[in-house]
């Protein structure tokens, strides 16, 4: 298996703003995307549930990294997390994925808070510093989601009080991590108010019953699954905070817990499209070189590398564009979405629009970019050829599979429209508490 070299069109830049791991956390990051990415294909075609892929991540100690920054000083701010995700996702997507999940899941508590980082004081940690601090020292890997009904039309979840707590009802599918995690973070409906809940629970719980999803087209070891909760006991201080019914009730910067699980998936998508041209890129090098070296052996003349096909130049200089392009639309999304999770409380209504269209405008041209770019380089190099051939290809399907996989839920289209009646009308978009 090839191993992909890191890719020209991702920013080698560390932000000014996270100093201690700086020195870190990018070297342990390009040395475990070069180990997923040494048997990426042969993973892909197994399936498997990613118990192997996570015990790497842990001795890596990104659950731990990939926690929201506070007192304690651990945790990685937005923009660092950003480029951990695009770098691990260029080398396998389903691991990126499951850690987007993660880190938004990390936040939970911060965005049901207000944004404000939880003060540490002895004897009176609250909750949501317990739930982060212990997230972060432990290297806990998060599943879950705060939406109480999936996408299948099952019924929600429920968490009706009772005395010291919640029990907590249900069967919900899951996108992500819910096979392999550590915790769960999960929303319900309360039976009482109405008010969608924030629980956290033990997937070792007898009473939590989770099933590894079937067989995905793309994706497959992002830890997709289905989980029953029979009568779960939560614990009052196992609530991480609660979302008002009413939209119109809440923060906006708690409504920034959607933009930015959005946005970390379109850091998966462009990490995708940017390991499948990096990964063609070489097998073109290879496939142009293997002639060049028989011609130098029988004393034929040199010739520049990829000087006999303009059209090869052509199609590569569109597809590195169309990357270009998405990058910078979605560093721009990146950094606007970063100056909100620091405004915290002081985020306005206005400020929330300006960013929920740039994660749009990222969406949209990731998602096009991204299949494009993978549906393209299956024309550019040989996909049939054995492994060990010069130029041969194998696996390059799965960019395909899992780009497809990760945009099929979010039209570029109805992006589009949103951002253009901005554009037009000042139109702000919806404060939507969910994804």
């Known amino acids: 298996m090839r191993t992909p070299k890191k890719s020209a069109l991702r ?18 990051t390009r040395e475990l995307a070069d180990d997923l990415a040494f048997d990426a294909p042969v993973r892909d075609r197994a399936g498997k549930p990613p118990f192997d892929e996570v015990a790497r991540l842990r001795e890596a100690g990104l659950p731990a990294l990939l926690t929201p920054p506070g007192a304690s000083g651990r945790g990685a701010d937005w923009r660092a997390a950003c480029a951990v995700i695009r770098e691990i996702s260029a080398a396998d997507s389903s691991i990126g994925e499951l850690l987007a999940h993660h880190y938004v899941l990390a936040w939970s508590a911060r965005f049901l808070g207000g944004g404000e980082p939880p003060g540490i004081a002895p004897g009176t940690a609250s909750a949501h510093a317990a739930f982060e601090d212990g997230t972060a020292r432990e290297g806990r890997l998060l599943g879950g989601g705060l939406e109480p009904t999936g996408t299948s039309g099952e019924r929600e979840l429920s968490l009706t009080p009772i005395r010291g707590g919640h029990v907590l009802d249900g069967r919900r599918t899951f996108p992500s991590g819910v096979t392999v995690a550590d915790r769960l973070v999960v929303g319900a409906r309360c039976t009482e108010t109405g008010n969608v809940l924030v629980a956290l629970v033990d997937p070792a719980d007898p009473a939590v019953f989770v099933e590894a999803g079937a067989e ?15 009568q779960v006991r939560v614990d009052a201080r196992h609530i991480l905070g609660s979302l008002p019914r009413d939209e119109h009730a809440v923060a906006p910067f708690t409504t920034l817990a959607p933009l930015a699980l959005r946005l970390l998936l379109v850091h998966v998508g462009l990490g995708i499209a940017e390991g499948a041209l990096a ?3 070489d097998v073109s090098r290879a496939t142009r070189a293997a002639p060049a070296a028989a011609a130098a052996r029988i004393g034929a003349p040199d010739q520049p ?6 059209y090869l130049l052509l199609a590569y200089g569109e597809l590195a564009t169309a990357a270009h392009a998405a990058s910078a639309v979605v560093e721009r999304a990146t950094d ?3 100056h909100g999770l620091g405004a915290g409380r002081a985020l306005g209504v206005e400020d929330r629009a300006d960013i929920a269209v740039l994660v749009a405008a990222a969406e949209a041209v990731t998602s096009r970019a991204a299949v494009r770019i993978t549906t393209r380089i299956l024309e550019l190099v040989d996909t049939t050829a054995p492994a060990d051939a010069p130029g041969g290809g194998p696996g ?5 599979r899992n780009a497809r996989t990760l945009t099929a839920q979010s039209s570029p289209t109805h992006r589009l429209r949103d951002i253009g009646d901005h554009y037009l009308h000042g139109t702000r978009p919806g404060l939507r508490l969910l994804a």
Not at 396 to 400: E, G, L, S, V
Request: glycine share 10%.
């Open 11 to 28: 920013p080698t830049s560390r932000p000014a703003d996270r100093r201690g791991d700086d020195e870190i956390w990018p070297r342990v």
């Open 216 to 230: 995905r087209v793309g994706q497959r070891l992002a830890g997709a699954g289905t989980v029953t909760f029979d």
């Open 279 to 281: 990964e063609a890129r």
């Open 305 to 310: 590398l990829g000087q006999e096909d303009p």
């Open 336 to 338: 606007a979405l970063a």
């Open 396 to 400: 390059f399907d799965r960019f395909w």
